[in-house]
Each structure stands twice: as structure tokens, then as C-alpha cells.
């Protein structure tokens, strides 16, 4: 097959090539240059060019760097500033699977001749009764099914993952044999177009107003404390929010920017026993998933997964067996198969409780 390779400078994409071309596939790799202003972190540095560029010709393979600077800031960045400015917790890195990778790079494939796209995500692509389906990877750390949960069945049946068999420990130990130079880069854990020395404060701040509030105890009533950032805070964060004072910990229930209130409790005031889903945000990996449904439910790339059930036709929501840690507006919310946890079946948003 003649297979487009994304990658990102990384250890993991470059394995996936590598092992592309040892099966014997005409491989052609592809960087994305995605955030146009400083970046020092992240997949988007003009250190991760260079290092897809040189593992490429160490693999002997063509590579091109493909611009999309001006979709990223439209479909990524400018919705990740909207968000906050409306109280939500976004997810870029999903935005940008959803949007350029698994979008605009397919469209680009497709027109260039390409049979499949090939990605180094920690993901399998699984077939069942002729159908194709997003499974977990064989890395617990590592796994990236949740996000991708948006695939749709016609970019699954194009998407190659060579390494969601593999754990990261088998990743490194390929690429050290192959004497590539990414054996032992550090993995990307932040949003590529924030700079890790300024932090998300100082590039929103240069975007947005943020709205001063102040910290409410759900226990007492007492006013706890003051944030000149309410767009910052995040329903379950615990960080930056002093104790009461029964000495226990505090965790963020509520932001409301309009009252100008953060709403903050002990954790069993903050637990839930349902989720709210943004219906418009919602995929399936087949059929729609019928009202009653019990599933496997995931929140955060690292979340534990839960039972619940999914309910109602619109609004929607998952019913949980468990109380457990509350799902800020705008994340992420997968849902897995009952009978096999691994696989998809659901994507959509959390919405306001």
C-alpha cells in the first residue's frame, strides 16, 4: 500500500513509519505545521520538523511539510479562547485530531493517491462483522482511544495504527534498534501553541477579558477566596483552591461567570451520579446508541473508566453507577462497549449540569 505517514517529530510516529517500511509499504511522511506565533513545547517546534525530517531520510522515505496554519487557528485555537470565554473546558488536542488530522490530512491523502494514513497513536483499528471500530491500545498509560473517539467508520477503514500493539517500552526499544534519533525524546504533554514558560494564563489573557469572582463554600455559604480568572478554574479542580475550615480539601463545584461565583465544596459535595451530554457533539462508531444502554464511560485521556447507562433521546445523559469526580463543560466524554471495554462506541461533550 502507498501510505502517508503523519509525523510529529516523535518517537512514536517514527516507529510507525519505520515499521511501515520494513512490512514493505511505499511510505511518504508529512509534518504538520500547525501554530504560526511562538511555540517551545509541543508538537508544533521547528526541533520536531527536524527530527521527523532526519528520521525520514534515515528510513530512506520522501518528507513534506504540509501548512495548515490559518485552519488550525480557526478550528483549534480561536474555538479554545471561545470556550473559556463561555465558561467551558476545551480540548484542543482532540480538536486538532478531529479537525486537521483526521480531516484535512485525509482529504490531502486521498488526493495525492494515498491507499491509508498512518498515525503513531497508541490506538487499534479492529474489525467485526465486516464493520471497522476504534479499540484501546495495548498500552494502558499510553492510550489515545478516547482521543480519537470521533473517527467515523469511513476514516477508520483508511487509518493505520502500527503501534497500538505495542507498549511504549516496546516503542523506544524499536526505535533504539533502528538507530533513530527520537528513541529516547520525552513524550509532547502540553498544548503545543501555549509556550510552558508564559502558561495558559498569559496567552488567553492576551486574547480575553477574564471575569474576577469570588470563592464560595458550598458547606457554609462563607465567601473562601477571590480568582481574577474565573475562565481558568475548572469544575473539579482542586488546585489553587484553599481548604475549609474543617481543614479539608476544597474542589471547584460550579463556575458561574455571569454571577461572578465559583461554587466550591468538599469532594462529597462535588461527586456526581450523572453526566449531561452535549447532544449536537455526539457520534457513534455504528448505530445510534439506544436509551438504556449500559456502558463504559471515560472522561480526561487518563480518566478510570465507569459503568453507566446511557439515558433519554435529547437531552441526553449517562446515569452512573458510581458517584465519582464531576466532568467540566466542554471535555470529552467516550463511551465504550459493556461486553468489550475496548472498544468505541460513542463520543460527544459534557454539558452544563
Not at 488546585?239 to 454571577?259: K, M
Request: hydrophobic share 40%; aromatic share 6%.
Amino acid at each position: 500500500m502507498r501510505i502517508l505517514v503523519a509525523m510529529s517529530g516523535g518517537v512514536d510516529s517514527s516507529v510507525a513509519a519505520a515499521l511501515l517500511v520494513e512490512q514493505g509499504h511505499e511510505v511518504v511522511g508529512a509534518t504538520l505545521k500547525l501554530w504560526g506565533g511562538e511555540s517551545d513545547t509541543g508538537c508544533c517546534s521547528v526541533a520536531d520538523v527536524d527530527d521527523a525530517r532526519r528520521v525520514a531520510q534515515v528510513l530512506g522515505v520522501d518528507h513534506h511539510v504540509f501548512n495548515y496554519t490559518e485552519e488550525f487557528n480557526r478550528h483549534v485555537v480561536e474555538p479554545f479562547v471561545a470556550d473559556h470565554v463561555a465558561g467551558r473546558t476545551p480540548n484542543p488536542c482532540i480538536e486538532c485530531n478531529r479537525h486537521i488530522k483526521f480531516d484535512l490530512l485525509f482529504e490531502r491523502a486521498a488526493r495525492l493517491g494515498f491507499d491509508a494514513v498512518a498515525t503513531g497513536h497508541h490506538a487499534r483499528v479492529i474489525t467485526k462483522d465486516g464493520r471497522y471500530y476504534l479499540a484501546r491500545g495495548a498500552d494502558d498509560q499510553k492510550d489515545q482511544s478516547y482521543v480519537l473517539g470521533y473517527l467515523t467508520e469511513s476514516q477508520l477503514a483508511t487509518l493505520v495504527l502500527p503501534i497500538g500493539h505495542l507498549n511504549k517500552a516496546a516503542v523506544r526499544a524499536e526505535a533504539e534498534r533502528l538507530g533513530l534519533r527520537t528513541w529516547d525524546k520525552p513524550d509532547s504533554q502540553d498544548v503545543c501553541f501555549i509556550e510552558s514558560s508564559r502558561g495558559r494564563a498569559a496567552f488567553l489573557g492576551e486574547r480575553m477579558t477574564m471575569t474576577d469572582a469570588v470563592l464560595i463554600d458550598a458547606t457554609t455559604g462563607e465567601e473562601v477566596g477571590h480568582t481574577e480568572a474565573a475562565e481558568l478554574m475548572t469544575v473539579g479542580q482542586r488546585r489553587g483552591v484553599v481548604p475549609g475550615r474543617d481543614g479539608e480539601r476544597r474542589y471547584v463545584q460550579r463556575v458561574d461567570l455571569r454571577a461572578r461565583r465559583v461554587i466550591v465544596g468538599r469532594l462529597d459535595e462535588v461527586l456526581v451520579d450523572r453526566v449531561m451530554l452535549d447532544d449536537d457533539s455526539m457520534t457513534f462508531a455504528r448505530e445510534e446508541v439506544a436509551d438504556g444502554t449500559r456502558l463504559w464511560v471515560q472522561w480526561g485521556a487518563h480518566g478510570r473508566p465507569v459503568l453507566g447507562v446511557l439515558r433519554g433521546t435529547g437531552p441526553r445523559w449517562i446515569e452512573l453507577d458510581e458517584r465519582a469526580r464531576p466532568v467540566a463543560p466542554g471535555q470529552s466524554v467516550v463511551l465504550y462497549d459493556l461486553d468489550d471495554p475496548s472498544v468505541v462506541v460513542a463520543a460527544c461533550v459534557a454539558a452544563a449540569a
